[in-house]
């Protein structure tokens, strides 16, 4: 057999497209006293299986907390099988989780969740990017400070969310497993040095965050808060805090 052909057969024995019982594989591979060569394979299988269920364990470890070892496992096993790895790096093994979840009969809030923690993931290995400050801002003055746009930091995502995911995450994280909370809300994932943060915003903040992402004037994201009550010291007040928080990247007067 020629080295692709052996190569191709090794390779869909081990993503589990061809059984081990496979007449090829007892032909091809080298079998012994101690061990025929699809009990070799199956140990390859088994070890190339559970190592990407583990990296997929590292990269939803509140997913797998929520469902138990067990049945974290079986999704895992067939989410591989479904979408096995097409990318050097593992860390993108994970990427179409959420969707294949969306599929499968399980928790209404999972899907939300796995997108959650890959998003935190996204967010990690996104590009830093130096913040602009608050007093840069102000030192552009009042009359400038209507028609400023801000552009944000790479490390920093967005999700819309029909459930209360950030609830359900912290609980998950200080060890309880409430029930799906059906609320639309909206929650930003973002970076400041190696740690990842995410936080739920109210309703009208992130109205705002979405007006000045599209690139709207600070006035225009203003009026994001004008139902608000005192609503320039609110819509001030979150302006602030993204300086703050560090996800404003450049100020374009």
Same mark, same amino acid.
């Given at each position: 057999?020629?080295?692709?052909?052996?190569?191709?057969?090794?390779?869909? /024995?081990?993503?589990?497209?061809?059984?081990?019982?496979?007449?090829?594989?007892?032909?091809?591979?080298?079998?012994?006293? +101690?061990?025929? *060569?699809?009990?070799?394979?199956?140990?390859?299988?088994?070890?190339?299986?559970?190592?990407? $269920?583990?990296?997929?364990?590292?990269?939803?470890?509140?997913?797998?907390?929520?469902?138990?070892?067990?049945?974290?496992?079986?999704?895992?096993? +067939?989410? %591989?099988?479904?979408?096995?790895? !097409?990318?050097?790096?593992?860390?993108?093994?994970?990427?179409?989780?959420?969707?294949?979840?969306?599929?499968?009969?399980?928790?209404?809030?999972?899907?939300?969740?796995?997108?959650? !923690?890959?998003?935190?993931?996204?967010?990690?290995?996104?590009?830093?990017?130096?913040?602009?400050?608050?007093? @840069?801002?102000? *030192?552009?003055?009042?009359?400038?400070?209507?028609?400023?746009?801000?552009?944000? /930091?790479?490390?920093?995502?967005?999700? @819309?969310?029909?459930?209360?995911?950030?609830?359900? *995450?912290?609980?998950?994280?200080?060890?309880?497993?409430?029930?799906? %909370?059906?609320?639309?809300?909206? $929650?930003?994932?973002?970076?400041?040095?190696?740690?990842?943060?995410?936080?739920?915003?109210?309703?009208?903040? @992130?109205?705002?965050?979405?007006?000045?992402?599209?690139?709207?004037?600070?006035?225009?994201?203003?009026?994001?808060?004008?139902? &608000? !009550?005192?609503? *320039?010291?609110?819509?001030?007040?979150?302006?602030?805090?993204?300086?703050? &928080?560090?996800? %404003?990247?450049?100020?374009? @007067?």
């Amino acid at each position: 057999m020629k080295l692709e052909a052996l190569q191709t057969l090794f390779d869909g /024995v081990l993503r589990g497209d061809v059984p081990e019982s496979d007449a090829r594989v007892r032909e091809t591979f080298i079998s012994d006293a +101690k061990l025929a *060569a699809d009990a070799r394979l199956h140990i390859y299988a088994d070890m190339f299986l559970v190592r990407q $269920v583990d990296a997929l364990r590292g990269e939803f470890p509140l997913v797998a907390t929520l469902l138990g070892d067990d049945a974290f496992f079986e999704l895992a096993q +067939k989410y %591989i099988r479904a979408h096995p790895s !097409e990318h050097p790096d593992i860390g993108q093994l994970g990427r179409k989780l959420a969707h294949f979840i969306r599929g499968h009969d399980v928790r209404v809030d999972l899907a939300e969740l796995a997108e959650l !923690e890959y998003a935190r993931s996204i967010v990690f290995a996104a590009k830093d990017a130096e913040p602009a400050s608050w007093d @840069a801002l102000v *030192a552009l003055g009042q009359d400038a400070f209507a028609s400023v746009r801000v552009k944000f /930091v790479p490390a920093m995502h967005t999700l @819309a969310f029909t459930h209360d995911i950030a609830a359900l *995450a912290e609980a998950l994280n200080e060890g309880e497993r409430p029930e799906a %909370i059906e609320a639309k809300t909206t $929650v930003i994932v973002w970076r400041q040095g190696f740690d990842v943060f995410h936080v739920a915003l109210p309703e009208a903040e @992130a109205d705002a965050l979405s007006r000045a992402r599209a690139g709207a004037t600070l006035a225009e994201v203003c009026d994001a808060f004008a139902n &608000e !009550e005192d609503a *320039a010291n609110v819509a001030l007040s979150a302006i602030a805090s993204w300086f703050n &928080e560090g996800w %404003i990247a450049q100020i374009v @007067a």
